[in-house]
């Protein structure tokens, strides 16, 4: 993980990048990206969230975006995945419209996992079960994690790696 003293506050002292761009897992979550954008904000570099996530990091990172005076832009990956909108319920969808996604008021993130829609996505079947992808042990470049969902360069869906 990369928080504010581990991997940003020499660059932003130092000016070292025209934008930064944290992620809300790897950067330590929420409030640790907001600590890093505030910094940032010192210096006025600008904020461009990185946003890998499914729709509830969508959310998080939305809502911590809705925070920042230096936010720039956040990422979006996987909304063009058919069922991507439908992992959870709560906001109106699509959930990025047009290049906005609407912050919710209700309570938490205002959303909810949808989990029939989750399971039938799950490339491992482990729900809210022990999990045993920690111990499938691996060093060096990702192994074969099974099936994934995407578009091809055709825009059709596969199902494969």
Not at 108 to 130: C, I, M, Q
């Amino acid at each position: 993980a990369f928080g504010l003293e581990e991997g940003f506050v020499n660059l932003i002292d130092n000016q070292a990048v025209d934008y930064l761009q944290p992620d809300i897992v790897a950067s330590g979550g929420m409030l640790e990206v907001k600590r890093i954008a505030d910094y940032a904000d010192t210096k006025g570099i600008p904020i461009v969230i990185h946003t890998a996530l499914s729709p509830i990091g969508q959310m998080a990172s939305a809502h911590v975006a809705a925070t920042l005076p230096n936010f720039l832009v956040c990422e979006h990956h996987a909304v063009e995945m058919p069922w991507w909108d439908d992992l959870v319920t709560g906001p109106s969808k699509p959930i990025v419209n047009r290049g906005f996604v609407t912050v919710s008021d209700a309570p938490g993130l205002g959303v909810e996992l949808n989990d029939a829609v989750v399971k039938e996505h799950l490339r491992y079947p482990e729900y809210f079960e022990p999990s045993t992808m920690y111990d499938r042990y691996t060093v060096g470049p990702i192994v074969n994690l099974g099936p994934y969902p995407h578009l091809d360069d055709n825009g059709n869906m596969v199902n494969s790696r």
